[in-house]
């Protein structure tokens, strides 16, 4: 009987009622084809990995994150709700000791998904490792996160929710934005005034092979880490780096996954993209699987491996390796750059014009935050979009400070006569959401 090192939790959550269209890439296959991998490898046969079920989130889980326009109903199936608990389940597992690991491999995924909602873009409508971190934040007290984005995709949802979060490090490990969608997570990205440097983006060349990704891991990735401290790592465990995904132009491979996955070791994986859906995940999750465990993963390979043909050139390699010694040199100089680049301002402005591309919805946003030096300030969102939806949120959060509420609850007063179909107050604090 082999025996897993590190009791290890697995939700599986296909959605079989939830597609885009039957065709398209993000749809249930991209699961069935991996449990019908790890019921024929036996990984439930090994002593300590075991299948959890998952549960659904509330409507209050999704608004500690989110201002969904019109409303959480419109944004969301019932497979959204499950894939988003199938992520918590494991993170309550995790911090009760149920078990040391957890992997959710749920769909549909979550990462593009930002604080604010009118629909679907990049495959996600609600951000389910950021609706399973706040839940855990609420309920556990969990304060410092780490969320490592290995997505080949930029994480450009998880990005906004935390880009004004100090208590949270963001690092997204992606195809250069130049040619991959969605055409973000530059080095030059790096938080809101009050959390300048805690996000962390390390935008690769496309053709990088395993020796760069697991360089960056070794030489980027674990120096910020130790540097931070978190409490809890979760990794956005997307998988379409493959060499035979579709959609995109790196060369990782299924052995690579699993050791970036022991490098990287972290407490909870959230499956996000990936679309070989026969020739890479199986074998990928299966790999991901068993290094979380802790069990010998140096038997699998999937079909179509060829080291040299997927071998990265040595021009990637001298492009890997600049990419990643500036990112450590930013983060290094983080406080430094803020103290430079956010001055004596009292509060910022960020304008934006997001795309819906799935849902085809174009979005005008703007916020504002507070300043401050004592707690991570207050947040305005006016976002309005073609749909006819104008919304105004407001975002108080955990440990406002005195004059950073009565900032919020004067903007909230204020918007009162304003144009806005929909007033949202969000207090972290309290742990109340107010509607008008």
Known sequence: MIKADRKTGLVFFPAFDWAIDPTHPEREERLLYTQDQVLEEGLFDIEGITELKPSLVTHEDIRRVHFCAPDIESVTTESHLISAGGAVTVGEAVMSGAVEKGFALVRPPGHHAMRVVHGNRGFCNINIEAIMIENLRAKHGVRRVAIVDTDCHHGDGTQDIYWHDPDTLFISIHQDGRTLYPGTGFMEELGGPNALGTTVNIPLPPLTSDAGYLWIIENVVMPILADFEPELVVNSAGQDNHFSDPLTNMNFSAQGYAALTTMLNPDIAVLEGGYSIEGALPYVNTGIILALA???????????????????????????????????????????????????????????????????????????????????????????????????????????????????????????????????????????????
Request: proline share 3%.
């Open 294 to 436: 802790g069990v010998d993963y140096s038997g699998i390979q999937e079909p179509g491996f060829d080291a040299a043909r997927i071998a990265e050139p040595s021009h990637v390699s001298a492009e890997v390796r600049k990419v990643g010694r500036a990112v450590l040199a930013t983060w290094r100089n983080r406080e430094a750059l803020r103290a430079k680049l956010v001055g004596n301002h009292t509060s910022v402005r960020r304008r934006r014009n997001i795309v819906y591309d799935t849902d085809m919805i174009y979005e005008m946003q703007i916020d504002e935050v507070t300043v401050c030096s004592k707690c991570q300030g207050a947040l305005k969102v006016d976002s309005s979009c073609d749909t006819g939806a104008h919304l105004l949120g407001v975002h108080i959060p955990r440990g406002v400070c005195p004059a950073c509420r009565a900032k919020a609850e004067a903007w909230f007063d204020a918007a009162k006569s304003g144009p806005y179909t929909l007033r949202t107050l969000k207090d972290l604090d309290t742990g109340t959401f107010f509607d008008a």
